[in-house]
């Protein structure tokens, strides 16, 4: 199929499509939390892997080439939201800062509610949740994650050192303020190693 | 109870510690794990986006098309370019046929005296003659005749400062400055035979009348005036015919065709002596004979003023304006107007030019190869041939005689003119 796929053969295509269409939007979900943009993202990415076939070098590595296509996109993504809110951000401060105390007030029971494993996540910068999201969800190692985000495996380490760290925090602060288990309070500062031995 | 309470609740004994001595927490990565698994199957797959994916890839169709596209597109863009360079090579010739093509006729052997560095200086006004000065013989001056160069050959003079031909051609008329003579002493070549003193008469510079053909008229220096004399080519009589105020070291002096403006190449020194007669003439007079009024054609600059010749209308002159590093530009200047000037720069150095008879071209040696400066007119093209050749002169009926040099040795070589 994949050899069929690099000789340009339309049908082998929307088999990949099929094969991969629906991992690959789950990693784009996961990664930018919006379904339409997540979408999009697989869209524009199946779109640049079929423009760009000859550049995938071994055909064994088919899905980690794909992954790496929607990682990079999902990335473009985040850095154009990033740009775009800068610019409103100056534009809305006056409005934001009328209506903060307000906010507050509503925002405090909103967290006291609904903080839990999404929302700790939320609070992950996005290169953090990037190896979260490969390392947890597709069961990648960290060679294969570095292959292919092509990030050193030493600064994947830390990336998830730290995603894991903040986690912990979060869920802590947040168990302070809810009533929980002793047992549960220990489990969550007890230092973690992580599954399949790649973080020492 | 929200996620993370649950999976807490499920795996609440997951503390451990790992072989490697490091405490490891399965519950929290189960917990990552397990969330993501359920954030993930949160979106579907769904058929509509699967569509949109595949309605969106171009075809392999259309992505040949679009190459074939370009492909078209370049082949097209060279094929333009390549029959705009035909059609631009097709008409070059196209418009070279308008012009006048300049062939080699004919070769004249000369004496050994002008074939080996010899220099072509002059050509009759009936075209039989030429003269000519040695290789590396200053004031040394042959003549010979063009039907039979090599036994016609014959010395003219000796200590030659200027020369002019008869109208007619029957004699040359000349200032010699032998040794041991303070100032230049007129002199006359006729035909065949070597040159002879015309009366003792000192004289800066000679030309013919150009109202008299039988008259000469020549230039002294006294009592710190010029004056213009006349004599018969006896040289018994001498009739001054106009003084000019100011003291001038004449060098040459040129009538117009027509006779309206004279030439005179004066140096900046006005003292004459044997050493101010060797230096070079730098300032150009033109007397208008009319109102006899003096006028500097060019005002002197940083540079020697070399051969000079009337266009055959007499309207302009050209000069050669020798430049300090001894390049030479041709200047050719509008009488009435002085600031028309049409300058001719070789791209090499100058090896002789010549007026066309009919005025509409100057013809110049490059470093010999021929070019000509067309005032106005049809191109004039000559043969591209290894051939160097020098010292043009333009016949009245359009050929051209030069000397061919090659290696060493050179020879009379006659340019015919063929129209296509």
Excluded at chain 2, 146 to 168: E, K
Excluded at chain 2, 390 to 398: A, D, R, T
Aim: glycine content about 4%; hydrophobic content about 40%.
């Amino acid at each position: 199929m994949v050899t069929r796929f690099l000789a340009g053969d339309e049908y082998a295509f929307t088999q990949i499509v099929d094969q991969y269409g629906s991992l690959l939007l789950r990693t784009a979900y996961l990664l930018v939390r919006d379904e339409e943009t997540a979408r999009d993202i697989v869209q524009d990415s199946f779109i640049l892997a079929w423009k760009n076939m000859r550049k995938l070098r071994e055909r064994v590595y088919l899905r980690a080439w794909l992954l790496k296509i929607v990682v990079n996109q999902a990335t473009s993504f985040k850095r154009q939201l990033a740009r775009r809110t800068a610019l409103f951000k100056e534009q809305l401060v006056q409005y934001t800062t009328d209506l903060s105390t307000e906010v507050t007030d509503v925002h405090k029971d909103s967290i006291e509610d609904t903080l839990d494993m999404a929302q700790a996540i939320n609070t992950l910068p996005f290169n953090q949740r990037t190896v979260l999201v490969l390392f947890y969800y597709h069961k990648m190692t960290m060679p294969e994650i570095s292959e292919t985000l092509g990030v050193a495996e030493n600064t994947l380490r830390k990336r998830l050192q730290s995603a894991h760290e903040k986690l912990r925090r979060v869920l802590h602060a947040h168990s302070t303020q809810t009533p929980v288990s002793t047992q549960q309070a220990d489990r969550q500062d007890a230092p973690m190693t992580l599954n399949r031995g790649e973080v020492q | 109870m929200n996620q993370r309470g649950r999976d807490d609740h499920e795996h609440s004994s997951n503390k451990a510690q790992h072989s490697s001595g490091v405490t490891t927490n399965h519950t929290m990565e189960s917990n990552i794990a397990h969330f993501l698994r359920g954030e993930a199957e949160k979106i579907h797959f769904t058929p509509a986006l699967r569509a949109r994916i595949l309605q969106e890839i171009p075809s392999p169709r259309s992505q040949q098309r679009t190459r074939l596209t370009y492909i078209v597109l370049a082949s097209a863009t060279a094929f333009i370019l390549v029959l705009s360079g035909l059609t631009y090579l097709w008409r070059q010739p196209e418009i070279q046929t308008t012009g006048i093509y300049y062939v080699q006729h004919k070769e004249i052997t000369v004496a050994p005296q002008l074939a080996n560095g010899g220099q072509l200086l002059s050509l009759d006004p009936t075209e039989q003659r030429i003269v000519y000065q040695p290789a590396n013989q200053a004031g040394v001056l042959y003549m010979a005749d063009l039907i039979n160069p090599v036994q016609s050959n014959a010395l003219a003079m000796r200590y030659a400062r200027d020369m002019a031909w008869a109208p007619d051609g029957s004699a040359l008329v000349a200032t010699v400055l032998p040794p041991m003579t303070a100032q230049p002493l007129l002199a006359l070549v006729p035909n065949g035979q070597y040159m002879h003193l015309l009366g003792q008469n000192t004289a800066l510079a000679a030309d013919w009348s150009p109202t008299h053909s039988d008259q000469i008229m020549f230039a002294r220096q006294q009592k710190g005036q010029t004056q213009l004399w006349s004599t018969n080519t006896s040289g018994a009589v001498v009739t001054l015919q106009l003084t000019m105020h100011e003291s001038l070291l004449i060098h040459h002096m040129n009538w117009s065709p027509n006779g309206q403006y004279l030439a005179l190449i004066a140096s900046q020194n006005k003292t004459v002596t044997r050493a101010t007669l060797d230096q070079p003439g730098r300032v150009i007079y033109i007397m208008d004979i009319q109102t006899h009024k003096l006028n500097q054609l060019m005002a002197p600059g940083n540079f020697q003023v070399g051969n000079v010749s009337w266009s055959p209308d007499g309207h302009a002159l050209t000069f050669e304006q020798i430049n300090p590093n001894q390049k030479t530009i041709l200047q050719t200047v509008t009488i009435n107007k002085p600031g028309e000037i049409s300058s001719i720069t070789p791209k090499q150095h100058l090896d002789g030019w010549t007026w066309s008879p009919d005025g509409h071209a100057l013809v110049y040696s490059d470093g010999g190869r021929l070019s000509a400066y067309v005032f106005h007119g049809s191109p004039i093209i000559f043969p591209q041939t290894q051939a160097r050749y020098v010292s043009p002169f333009w016949l009245k009926n359009g050929q051209i005689l030069c000397m061919n040099v090659t290696g060493d040795k050179g020879v009379l070589t006659l340019l015919t003119p063929q129209k296509k």
